[in-house]
C-alpha cells in the first residue's frame, strides 16, 4: 500500500539540526494522515530519530563553536 499523496514543504533552514528537524515535523506531518497502525508507528520512529541526529547535530556544533571561542 502506497503512503496518501504528501507535498513536501520546501524550508530554507541555516543548519544541518535545522534540516534534520524539519524532516521530523514533515514525517510526524505525514503520520498524523494515517490510520493508527504500524505504518503510522513507522514514520513516527523516523520522526524520533530525526529529532534525535538532530539533537546529536546541535550537541556536536555546541563543542565545535565552544573550542572555538576558546571554552
Do not use: F, I, N
Request: aromatic share 6%; net charge negative.
Amino acid at each position: 500500500m502506497a503512503l496518501p499523496d504528501y507535498q513536501w514543504a520546501t524550508v530554507v533552514t541555516s543548519s544541518k539540526a535545522e534540516r534534520y528537524r524539519q524532516l521530523a515535523r514533515d514525517l510526524h506531518l505525514m503520520a498524523r494522515s494515517l490510520p493508527l497502525g504500524e505504518r503510522r508507528s513507522v514514520l513516527l520512529e523516523m520522526a524520533e530519530e530525526w529529532d534525535r541526529l538532530a539533537d546529536q547535530q546541535e550537541a556536536a556544533t555546541d563543542l565545535r563553536d565552544g573550542e572555538h571561542h576558546g571554552r
